[in-house]
């Protein structure tokens, strides 16, 4: 048992003890200046990447989301008929920012001619479309954050004013990690939302 560090010899000086540390391999894929400059286009690269709004929900002090003013108190529910100028009918307080990320539709709605080439779900089955999107390191999502898509122009610019054309609410973020347990970037995996809950056009 004292040569275990023999099978592991790209961890050769590490001492046999629970307790020291792991010395990174200079020579790995540094997957966070790799992502940055796919998506980002960083270090001269083309990117790939399209902008989206984070609205990021207020939280109180036990992570619970603020209600808005307009919420009534007897029925728990928004004001629908004349949207709230401060949550527009979200019923819940937020702030948004613009961050830079990639989408990948994880499933189509049936009908469509993306849906033909989706294995058939078995009779009685509920077919819900999700939606994979893929963020920088630093944008540290959280679970109850949304992402609005919005309209871009032929040359994938966002359109101004930002115009809002799809809601998604997060269902799972995972924060993909690598040397060390550093995050190299988020995958959010999220459902979209109907359109009363897209909010202002600013």
């Not at 008929?81 to 049936?110: F, H, N, Q, R």
């Not at 033909?116 to 944008?139: E, I, M, W």
């Not at 970037?185 to 979209?192: E, G, K, L, P, T």
């Amino acid at each position: 048992m004292s040569d275990w560090k023999n099978i592991f010899p790209s961890y050769s000086t590490v001492e046999a003890s629970t307790t020291s540390p792991i010395t990174v391999n200079t020579s790995e894929v540094n997957l966070r200046v790799d992502f940055n400059a796919l998506v980002l286009g960083e270090s001269g690269e083309t990117p790939i990447g399209q902008p989206f709004i984070l609205r990021r929900m207020r939280l109180d002090d036990n992570e619970n989301k603020i209600a808005c003013v307009c919420v009534n108190s007897v029925t728990n529910e928004p004001e629908r008929d004349y949207p709230c100028s401060y949550c527009y009918g979200a019923g819940y307080l937020w702030d948004e920012e613009l961050v830079t990320g990639y989408k990948v539709v994880a499933a189509s709605p049936a009908g469509t001619n993306a849906a033909s080439n989706l294995p058939k779900a078995t009779s009685g089955h509920l077919y819900v479309p999700a939606t994979k999107f893929f963020l920088p390191y630093d944008v540290n999502p959280k679970r109850h954050d949304r992402i609005i898509e919005i309209e871009l122009d032929e040359e994938g610019d966002a359109v101004t004013p930002y115009n809002r054309v799809a809601v998604y609410e997060t269902q799972l973020i995972r924060a993909m990690r690598g040397d060390n347990g550093k995050i190299e970037f988020w995958v959010i995996i999220a459902q979209r939302m109907g359109p009363d809950t897209l909010g202002s056009v600013s």
